[in-house]
């Protein structure tokens, strides 16, 4: 399995250079316990706020010793709070690939235990509201990315000039991309909006200054 978080890969059990195992995810929801009187039994009740966390370890090979150094002591910094887009792209036998979606997440915590030689290994734990979406492009897919301009204080705005030759069967994979000390956002696309032009996107927050773009793709 193959693990993205915003525009970071973060694994590929099918390379030298970055060995997932260990995957695990846990979901959780408030549940409330009552103790009614002369009840033979408490009752337990949902209340809801559901979340996943989702666990994996990364063994990760260099070319040399020095350039694991500079890895183990730097990765973290160059990993985003969130929220983002953690993206899990799933090997089918036939050669194809599913994307499995989750936005809004944000990185719990990053453990480098240790490394020995060329190889470090980590440990990731990402915290999320729930598993967005399940995509598998049909093989014979037109699937397409690309980059879009957002402007500075903005919380919604509209994608155009895309001129695509018919109205994409899906909008996927949206990242934004922030300057840097820019704000963690995360986006999403309006319900009924895509057309062959663009479509509208709505962030978590106001952009506060020029800089960010969004990354995307759409499948035809």
């Not at 990765?75 to 809004?104: E, F, K, W």
């Not at 290994?121 to 399940?134: G, H, K, M, N, Q």
């Not at 069967?169 to 000390?181: C, E, H, M, W």
């Not at 956002?185 to 319900?191: E, M």
Request: with cysteine; charged share 15%; aromatic share 12%.
């Amino acid at each position: 399995m193959k693990i993205k978080y915003d525009s970071l890969w973060l694994s590929d059990e099918f390379s030298a250079d970055g060995f997932q195992s260990g995957l695990s995810l846990n979901g959780r929801q408030i549940v409330q316990e009552a103790q009614f009187l002369r009840a033979a039994q408490a009752a337990f009740f949902a209340r809801h706020n559901r979340s996943v966390s989702l666990s994996f370890t990364v063994v990760r090979v260099f070319a040399s010793v020095s350039a694991a150094e500079q890895f183990f002591l730097s990765h973290y910094a160059s990993l985003t709070d969130g929220p983002a887009t953690l993206l899990c792209r799933c090997a089918n036998t036939d050669g194809t690939t599913t994307d499995v979606l989750i936005q809004n997440a944000v990185l719990d915590s990053v453990s480098q235990p240790s490394y020995s030689g060329a190889t470090v290994r980590v440990s990731y734990t990402f915290r999320a509201p729930a598993i967005s979406a399940l995509y598998a492009p049909a093989p014979d897919a037109d699937v397409r990315t690309f980059s879009f301009a957002i402007p500075s204080d903005v919380n919604t705005f509209a994608v155009t000039g895309l001129a695509l030759p018919s109205v994409p069967a899906r909008v996927f994979g949206l990242t934004v991309r922030k300057p840097s000390g820019g704000l963690q956002l995360a986006a999403s696309v309006q319900t009924g909006t895509i057309t062959t032009d663009g479509f509208t996107v709505w962030l978590t927050g106001a952009t506060d200054a020029s800089g960010y773009f969004l990354d995307f793709a759409v499948s035809l």
